[in-house]
C-alpha cells in the first residue's frame, strides 16, 4: 500500500520508536527524508543514521539519543505542511519552536535546511515540520 504523506510516516515512526524507548528504527529511503536525518543528526537530536539495504528496498536505519537517564533527546515532532494543505512562508515568518529549544525544518530553493539556518541565507519556502 502506497504511503500518501513519507515525511508524516517517517515523523511518527521516530516518535513511535521513541515512546517504545527503542535503539533504533527503521524508514524507507528518500532524498528529503536523508536531508530531514542529516538535520537531525546535525543539530543533536539523533546519534546516527545509515542507509541499508540493496535497491529498491533501501532504508535508513535511524540511531535514537537518549540522555543518561534514559529520556528521549527528542520530545516532540510535529508535522506542519501536510499535502492536503501545504504550508509556505518569508524569510521573517519563520516561527520559534519553544524560543529557540527546537528547530523548524524547511524545504527551500537552496535545499533542505533549519529554520534558522533558512533565515541567516534569507530565503523563505515549505515548512515541513517541528522538532523539539
Keep these: 500500500m502506497a504511503v500518501s504523506d513519507p515525511i508524516a510516516d517517517m515523523l511518527t515512526r521516530i516518535r513511535n520508536a521513541v515512546m517504545a524507548r527503542h535503539d533504533t528504527v527503521a524508514v524507507p529511503v528518500s532524498r528529503v527524508k536523508l536531508y530531514i536525518a542529516k538535520i537531525l543528526k546535525q543539530e543533536g537530536f539523533i546519534s546516527n543514521y545509515e542507509v541499508i539495504g540493496n535497491q529498491p528496498h533501501r532504508q535508513i536505519k535511524i540511531h535514537l539519543k537518549y540522555y543518561e537517564d534514559s529520556t528521549p533527546v527528542i520530545t516532540g515532532l510535529e508535522r506542519i505542511s501536510k499535502p492536503g ?21 524547511v524545504s527551500t530553493s537552496g535545499g533542505v535546511m533549519t529554520g534558522q539556518q533558512a533565515w541567516k541565507n534569507g530565503v ?6 517541528k522538532v523539539w
Design 124 to 129: 523563505g519556502g515549505e515548512l515541513l515540520c
Design 85 to 105: 494543505l501545504r504550508v509556505y512562508c518569508q524569510q521573517g515568518e519563520i516561527p520559534r519552536v519553544y524560543g529557540g529549544l527546537g528547530i523548524t525544518i
